[in-house]
């Protein structure tokens, strides 16, 4: 047996909220949508990956979802210009990542990260 994907699931009463911010900002596909429930995802991808963790690392809370894009700086703006609130960040982490926390329309903690080179 092999596990092929792992989806987080959040529950909201108004899932089209996600779509300005799954969608439109950090620019996922519409991989499934049913009216009830919408998957975004990477059309071309599918990485299989469930972190455990008893601490956000640099003092912070563990974030629900952890998101990584290829562009922080220009993530960054667009959640920011948006008015979706940061919590934390950008901070460049001693291990390896650059990174920033937002609140995504459900309230959720997203960690949205790059790996430095």
Same mark, same amino acid.
């Given at each position: 047996m092999k596990v092929? /994907?792992?989806v987080a699931n959040i529950q909201a009463a108004d899932i *089209?909220?996600?779509r300005r911010f799954y969608q439109d900002i950090l620019g996922l596909? #519409?991989?499934m949508d049913h009216g009830w429930i919408t998957t975004f995802g990477a059309a071309q991808s599918m990485?299989?990956?469930? @972190?455990?963790? @008893?601490?956000g690392g640099?003092? *912070?809370k563990v974030p629900? #979802?952890?998101i990584e894009v290829d562009d922080l700086d220009a993530a960054f703006e667009?959640?920011?210009a948006s008015g979706f609130p940061i919590e934390y960040g950008p901070a460049d982490e001693p291990w390896g990542v650059r990174r920033f926390? #937002? /609140?995504d329309p459900f309230g959720k903690l997203v960690n949205i990260l790059v790996h430095k080179n």
């Open positions: 092929l /994907r792992i *089209t909220l996600a596909d #519409v991989i990485n299989v990956q469930l @972190s455990i963790a @008893s601490k640099s003092g *912070t629900d #979802v952890s667009a959640m920011s926390y #937002v /609140r």
